[in-house]
Structures are given as structure tokens and as C-alpha cells.
């Protein structure tokens, strides 16, 4: 089992994710490894992609939160979460937004002035596409004239390295995110949320400081699309078992995290109300400041170019090596040898295991002839059989 | 890290520092390659087993090298290729146990040393890194890959070779998606590439793929007879004690140019052994079996290896090409270097500073003690090992993505890189700015939006300046002396 977190590690998600996997892996009778593969980058997009292309055989899953939602809104993906198959949900986060302790802006109002005063000069660390930018972009919403100056950060990790050095002058983290960070430097300005969070009984609400900005950030995980639904039925209730044992249950309790389970059908259906709200915000964002990477490129091509244009002294340096090559004909033979070996691993009739073995043994007798016959014939057979056993029986890497 | 724990990856270690110099030793095996191809094998390990591994491979493959520049005047690695200067010229006069016993006891040192200098300052540079904001990890970065490209390959046209190489490295990390933007570009209608080009398929094919095809299809110069001698530790106190200031200086020379982005043991060991040639009392001995020569480069060799794993781990900034694999181990296992790794994982960072600490120590018994054994490998025929090698490299690329996809790209990077060492051009630059540029551009976008689209603050805040001047300074003094050594290793092949 791999399940794509598409998030560095050390975030929210990550944790939750390792957290809900290391209960599922202790389940008895659970033999089949879980793995989490940390798949970050652009706003998660890298990692759901992955998982949108694997094979829909319940060997694969994907632990996203609303990004999903967020990242098709935002055009950064051309699909969203009708892509995947809902497999449920494991609760849901609330979120805070955070400037760091020295920071001038005492309340969320403070920020949203600032914002609103001179447009495009607060910055606000978001990972562009993710429910981080979404949060920032609902909150101008209810300020008419404020807008922030986005800056492409990354996941709650990264976020708060940016935040608590004091590059950026806000940003949002979920509770669970500001509990692990809050003794690093950073102050919380509001929970959006229509009440105060239980943890953080003196971090205001946003509607007590008069914006009605509410957002809880599902998380939730998703299997490829067409994923035969007696698989999903029990992923589901592998992750419903784990998500409501007293050991998560505690957990949960302790990093807020909303305890109730999703299933494959709620979570469809919450989607679908969220997209609904999300269609009526501007998701775009600013693309002048990006780097013209192209014309670095062509800059640094061209200086080396130029130092590479030999002066007469230069050519002295290009000794020839002192290697004596094989005939051509036998080269091309390996080379041909070779693509063949790829190419039909590349067909469901090519086996690693049985040409592998053709291709060592044709590769010894283009090199050694028929001299040595024997120590070919063994090295042939030993060496894709040994690599083979150790690789799928030791380590569990299927081969084709 | 609690003894226990010790005990649990010790099996580990040991394994790796024995794989490691057998690699080391034997020539046409580098310890990227066999690294790389050791990731995929670690993906189901536990992550403390798993990097004590990759550590402990490091350690040894740096250190093998020794045995065969001293037995048969090749350096099983590049980084030993400063040693065959004086080791080899010590065999001939009948020395080589002596040669092999200085040259453990030297590698050991500079590997202590450098660890003693990796565990003291990576938490403290890991904590002072918050500070940086999107332009100075820009800078940092970008400092980075001037060094590399500009100090691979010494002389004017070795520079340009090594900035086309770099940019060749950048334009590879283009496809896919934009790591700002999140946008896919440069895929040219392959949906393959919609994230881009894994790194270990690169890796592979331009180490482990054109080295293979090269051993297979060149036949090497017959090898001379290998001698094998006791190796003699029991060496006299007085020479260890004559030798002590060249022992230190060449460890922190190494340790800073491990430090340095970018770089690795052989320009380290180059570094030390032309300031230890320029300091001694007998300098022309250097490159007839000077011991001095020998010392210099086999402890500033291992003490870069430490040294690189500073950056590694303190900032996620890779030090070396193997420590551009590192990383993507780091991140399969689900750790993030920097400095939320010291506040995250504690228990992983003691465990990766304890793993090379004991591999250091087993690296050096294991030489002493099997050294006998180890130099028979060194005649190992390179052709019959060649299609292994090439197998490994196929099931490796595939096992990264489960896609023959990553197969044909590992094949057509080893093809690139048979063309570029065709054509002298050095694949470390290519690796690094393949591994380094998305940061960069990350950063530099970051902070383009930060300062509303302005670089004005790379040149008038201090830390993006400060750098800027370190590199340029580093990279005039790098050019000089690698550009004297270099004269002087063909100097010496010549005579």
C-alpha cells in the first residue's frame, strides 16, 4: 500500500497521515506494508497527479485535504476531486491566521486595514492553490479594496520557517499546525470560525471580530478514479477502524482535529457544497514577478560557450585515452542487445527474470566468445536470479 | 541515540561500510553509483536502518580508493586520485603495507574530525537558518552552483565546459511542473514528463549506466600483478606526531570544502595536498612517496564527507552529488532536512551522527583487517562485471517509478553522459544544477513576490552580498590552485 502525501514532511498532513498508518500497520492480521511517500510541490498538485495516473487496484491512495478543491479553482490543475474515487474523510481542521509575535497587527481587523490601506503590500505567505491562499483570498472578499501580496511559500512547515523569520508578514496555519509552532516565535490573530476552538480559548473567532469567514479543512483521502467499489468499501472501513480507535480518538483530541469520519458519499457530497462557494472567488494570481528562467539560461549557455571556444594552447588537454575499444560491430551488438532487453520489459510478455538471463548471456558471449563458456552460462543465470529474489521476495519491488 | 538502537543498526552500517570499500577499491564502481542504485533497495528499510546505510556506503566508498591507488596506481575513486601520487611510488620502493597503514590511520582521522565538526555545528547552523528568507536561500543557492560549475574541471575552457554542463543540468529540471505556479511546462506532449524527470534515473545513467558501458566495451590496458603485503599499523609515534599539523590542516581544509556546496572529496584532497606541498620543509618529495602527500590527501578525502553532510542536514542544501541522492532519500523516508529536522526527528539526526561515527571506526578495522582480500578485487575483470552492473541499473531506474519510462531516460542520460566525458565535460555540474535549480527558482520567485518583482535586495541586503563576495573569492583561489595542481598531476604521469 502507498499512500501519496503531497506535502513535505513534518506538515500537518504528513503527521496525521504517518499517525493514521502506523494504526492501521499495527492492526493484527495486517500483512501488507503501508508506506507514505512524501510527494511535494505545487500546492499538492504533484502528488495528486501521481496518484490520479496509478492504477485503480486499492494499492494506491492519496491523503489530500481541501487542496484538491482549491488547486482546480485556482487553474492550477485541470481537475479537482470528481478525478479520484472519495475512499472518506478522517476529520477536519480548523484554521488560524498568524503574523509573528513582533508583528504591529493585534487583531485581524489590524491586518485586514493594512491590507485594505495599501493594496499589494502586506504579505501573506500561502501555498498558491492550496486552502492557505484560498483562506487569504475569502478574507479580502469580505473587505472590499484589501488584497494582499501573495508570496508562493509551501506546506505549514515551510510556512512557518517563513513567518517565524520574519519574511513574510502573515500567513495560515490549521490548529493542529499553530499548536506544534506556537512556542516558535509566531501569535495568532483569529480562528476562522464562527465560535473560539476549545484549544485555543483566547485566540478570538473571525465573526466575533466581525468577518463571517468560516473554513474547516477536510481531510480527505481518495483512491484512482474507477477503483471497484468492494475495494473502496474496505479502505473505507481500514481507515474508519483506525480514525475511531482510542488511540486516534486522543489524538485528535490533542490536535484538534474534528473527529468525525466521512464516508465515501459524505465526502462526495461536502465537496460538492464546497465548490459551490468557491466558484464565486477570484482564484487568479499575480504572474509578473516570476523569473524569466529562460533568458538566465541562455545568459549562463552563452558565458560558457564563450570560455569554451578554444585558444590555441587549449587543445593540449584533450589527451586521448589510452583505452582500446571494442570493434563496432560488437558494440552495436550490446547496444541492440540492450534496447531489446528494455523494449520487451516494456510488453506484458517480457519477464524481468527470463531475459534478463538472455540478455547476460548474450552480452558474455559478444564479449568473451566461447572461451570461459561456463563461467558466462553461470554468471547469467546467477546474477538476474539472485537480483530478482532480492529485489521481489526481500524487498517487495514487483518487477515486470 | 540510545545504545540499543546502536546495536539494532549496526548490521547495517558494517554492511555498508564493507559495500563501500569494496566499491571504493574496485575501479569502474563509484560510490554515487552504487548509492544510487542503493536507494530504491531502502525504500521498505526503516528510515534510521535505511540512512545508516546510505551513511555508512558513503563513508566506505570514499575511503576504498586507497587500496587500489596504493596496490595498482588507480584511483578506485576519484577522490583517491591525488593519493596515487604518492601512494603508488611508495609501493614501488617496497613499502605498501606502510603506504596502506598510514593512509587508514590518516582516513580514519580526517573522517573523526570531520564528524566531531558535523555534530557540533549542524543544529546551530540548522537553527541560525531560519533567518534566511527567500533571497538569501536564493543567493546560498545560487553561490552553490557557481561553485560547482565554475571549480569541476580546472582551466578556462574547463569553466565553460563546467557553466555549460550546469545550465544543461537546468534546462533538465525545467519539464514538469513549475515550482512556483504549480503549472505543468516543457513536457513537449509526453505525459511522462508532467512531473518531470526523477532524479535517480538521471543519476543512474550518468554513473552507474555510461561507466558500465564503458567497462564493457573498452578493454582496458592489462593490469600488473597485484602485490599484496601486512598492512603495517604499528608505525612509530613520532611520525604521527611530526604529522600532526598536517593532519588537522588537511581535515578542516576538507571539512570546508565538503561544507562548500557543491563539492567533493577529490577537490578537497587536491586543496590540501598543494598547501601541504607549499608548507613543507621537503616538497619535492611530493608525487616520489612522500608520506606528507599521502596524509594530506586520504584525511582531507574522508574529512569532506562530514563536512558535506553539514549543509545536508542542517540547511537541505546538497553538499556533494552523492548528498544530492542523499536527499532524495531523506525525503522517500519521510524527513525533511533543515531545521524542523532537529526539532521533528531529533532521534534521526543523532542516529545519522552516531551511524557515521561507528562507520568511520568499522571502515577503518575492516580495512585493516581484510585489506589482504579486499586488493585481490582490484583485478576483478571490469568487462564480466559490466552487464551486472547494467542490470542493477535497469531493475533501479524501474523499481523508482514502476515505469519503463524511467528505464529509457536512465539510458538516455548515460548515453549524455559517455558524450560529455567524450568531450571532457563534467556530470557534477549537471547533477547539481538538476538537484539545486527548482530551489533556486522557488526562492527567487518567493522572493521576487516578497519585494514586488524587485532584485535590488540581492544586492543591498547583507547575507545575498556577503555571499556573493565569499564566492567570488573561493572560486579565484579554487581556480589557481586546482589549475597548479592539475599541472602538476600531468607533470608527474609524465615523468
Known amino acids: ?400 | 541515540m540510545m545504545f540499543a538502537d546502536l546495536i539494532h543498526t549496526m548490521p547495517w552500517i558494517f554492511l555498508g561500510v564493507c559495500v563501500g570499500i569494496l566499491v571504493g577499491a574496485v575501479p569502474g564502481l563509484t560510490g554515487a553509483m552504487v548509492i544510487a542504485l542503493a536507494v530504491p533497495l531502502t525504500f521498505s528499510m526503516e528510515e534510521s536502518d535505511a540512512l545508516a546505510l546510505l551513511v555508512s556506503l558513503y563513508v566506505g566508498s570514499v575511503s576504498g580508493g586507497l587500496i587500489s591507488a596504493t596496490l595498482l596506481k588507480i584511483p578506485g575513486t576519484p577522490a583517491a586520485m591525488i593519493t596515487v601520487l604518492d601512494a603508488y611510488p611508495m609501493t614501488e620502493s617496497g613499502m605498501a603495507g606502510r603506504a596502506l597503514g598510514i593512509g587508514i590511520i590518516a582516513s580514519l582521522f580526517g573522517g573523526l574530525f570531520s564528524g566531531v565538526a558535523l555534530i557540533l555545528l549542524a543544529k546551530p547552523i540548522a537553527a541560525w537558518s531560519i533567518y534566511l528568507g527567500p533571497f538569501d536561500l536564493f543567493s546560498l543557492v545560487f553561490v552553490a552552483l557557481v561553485f560547482i560549475v565554475t571549480v569541476a574541471e580546472p582551466g578556462r575552457v574547463g569553466m565553460g565546459k563546467g557553466i555549460l554542463a550546469g545550465c544543461l543540468g537546468i534546462a533538465v529540471s525545467l519539464p514538469g511542473i513549475h515550482p512556483a505556479t504549480g503549472e505543468i511546462r516543457y513536457t513537449f506532449g509526453m505525459p511522462e514528463l508532467g512531473d518531470g524527470f526523477n532524479l535517480l534515473p538521471v543519476l543512474i545513467g550518468l554513473f552507474a549506466f555510461s561507466q558500465a558501458w564503458k567497462d564493457l566495451t573498452e578493454r582496458s590496458p592489462g593490469l600488473g600483478t597485484v602485490r599484496t603485503e601486512p598492512v603495517k599499523i604499528a608505525l612509530p609515534m613520532a611520525l604521527w606526531l611530526k604529522q600532526l599539523s598536517n593532519l588537522i590542516r588537511s581535515s578542516v581544509i576538507g571539512t570546508l570544502v565538503g561544507i562548500l556546496p557543491g563539492i567533493g572529496a577529490n577537490v578537497g584532497s587536491v586543496i590540501s595536498y598543494g598547501a601541504a606541498k607549499n608548507l613543507s620543509r621537503t616538497p619535492e618529495r611530493f608525487g616520489k612517496g612522500s608520506e606528507e602527500g599521502l596524509i594530506a590527501s586520504e584525511s582531507a578525502n574522508n574529512a569532506t564527507v562530514g563536512g558535506a553532510l553539514i549543509p545536508l542536514i542542517a540547511l537541505g542544501i546538497p553538499g556533494s552529488v552523492i548528498d544530492a541522492i542523499l536527499i532524495g532519500a531523506f525525503v522517500i523516508h519521510g524527513l525533511q532536512p533543515g531545521p524542523l529536522l532537529f526539532q521533528n526527528n531529533p532521534e534521526t539526526v543523532e542516529g545519522i551522527f552516531s551511524s557515521y561515527i561507528v562507520a568511520n571506526l568499522l571502515m577503518a578495522l575492516v580495512m585493516l583487517l581484510a585489506i589482504k582480500w579486499i586488493a585481490l578485487l582490484g583485478g576483478v575483470s571490469k568487462t564480466r562485471l559490466a552487464p551486472v552492473i547494467l542490470l542493477c541499473c535497469i531493475a533501479g531506474s524501474y523499481c523508482t517509478g514502476n515505469r519503463i519510462f524511467d528505464v529509457w531516460v536512465m539510458v538516455a542520460f548515460g548515453v549524455l553522459g559517455l558524450v560529455m566525458e567524450r568531450y571532457r565535460i563534467p556530470p557534477a555540474p549537471l547533477v547539481i544544477g538538476f538537484v539545486l535549480a527548482p530551489l533556486a527558482e522557488e526562492n527567487l520567485a518567493a522572493g521576487l513576490m516578497i519585494h514586488g518583482g524587485s532584485y535590488l535586495p540581492l544586492l543591498t541586503t547583507p547575507f545575498p552580498l556577503t555571499c556573493f563576495g565569499i564566492a567570488g573569492i573561493l572560486i579565484f583561489l579554487s581556480i589557481k590552485a586546482l589549475t597548479k595542481t592539475a599541472s602538476s598531476v600531468e607533470n608527474g604521469e609524465a615523468g
Open chain 1, 1 to 400: 500500500m502507498k499512500v501519496i502525501v503531497p506535502f513535505a514532511p513534518g506538515g500537518g498532513s504528513d503527521t496525521l497521515a504517518r499517525v493514521l498508518v502506523r494504526k492501521i500497520q499495527n492492526r493484527p492480521g495486517e500483512h501488507a506494508p503501508w508506506v507514505i511517500i512524501n510527494v511535494p510541490g505545487a500546492g499538492g498538485t504533484i502528488g495528486s497527479r501521481r496518484v490520479r495516473k496509478a492504477k485503480p487496484d486499492g494499492h494506491t491512495l492519496l491523503f489530500l485535504h481541501d487542496g484538491i478543491l482549491t488547486a482546480k479553482y485556482a487553474g492550477q490543475s485541470p481537475f479537482g476531486p470528481e478525478a479520484f474515487t472519495p475512499v472518506g474523510a478522517t476529520g477536519s481542521l480548523g484554521m488560524v491566521i498568524c503574523v509573528p509575535e513582533a508583528s504591529p497587527f493585534q487583531t485581524l481587523n489590524d491586518l485586514l486595514v493594512a491590507a485594505e490601506a495599501s493594496p499589494d503590500t502586506v504579505t501573506f505567505a500561502a501555498n498558491i492553490g492550496a486552502p492557505s491562499y484560498f483562506m487569504a483570498r475569502s478574507l479580502e472578499q469580505e473587505k472590499p479594496g484589501a488584497s494582499f501580496r501573495y508570496v508562493q511559500s509551501g506546506g505549514g512547515a515551510r510556512r512557518f520557517a517563513d513567518l517565524s523569520g520574519g519574511h513574510v508578514q502573515s500567513t495560515a496555519f490549521s490548529v493542529s499546525e499553530y499548536l506544534n509552532f506556537r512556542e516558535g516565535g509566531i501569535r495568532a490573530l483569529a480562528v476562522l470560525d464562527e465560535s473560539r476552538h476549545p484549544a485555543l480559548p483566547t485566540v478570538p473567532s473571525a465573526l466575533e471580530q466581525g468577518y463571517s469567514v468560516t473554513y474547516r479543512n477536510l481531510q480527505g483521502w481518495w483512491a484512482p478514479a474507477e477503483t471497484p467499489a468492494p475495494v473502496v468499501e474496505s479502505l473505507q472501513s481500514v481507515l474508519r477502524d483506525a480514525f475511531e480507535s482510542p488511540a486516534l480518538r486522543r489524538y485528535s483530541e490533542e490536535q484538534c482535529l474534528e473527529p468525525d469520519f466521512l464516508d465515501s458519499r459524505e465526502l462526495a457530497a461536502a465537496m460538492i457544497q464546497k465548490s459551490e462557494m468557491l466558484v464565486g472567488l477570484d482564484l487568479e494570481f499575480e504572474r509578473r514577478y516570476l523569473p524569466p528562467v529562460g533568458l538566465f539560461l541562455m545568459i549562463g549557455v552563452a558565458l560558457g560557450g564563450l570560455l569554451t571556444i578554444p585558444s590555441p594552447a587549449a587543445g593540449r588537454s584533450l589527451t586521448p585515452t589510452s583505452t582500446i575499444r571494442q570493434s563496432l560491430s560488437k558494440r552495436l551488438g550490446l547496444a541492440a542487445l540492450l534496447v531489446g532487453f528494455i523494449v520487451s520489459l516494456s510488453f506484458p510478455l517480457g519477464m524481468f527474470l527470463p531475459a534478463g538471463i538472455l540478455f547476460m548471456g548474450a552480452a558474455g558471449l559478444i564479449i568473451s566468445g566461447f572461451e570461459n563458456l561456463r563461467a558466462t552460462i553461470l554468471v547469467s543465470i546467477a546474477a538476474p536470479l539472485s537480483l530478482y529474489l532480492f529485489l521481489s521476495s526481500l524487498l517487495g519491488i514487483d518487477l515486470p
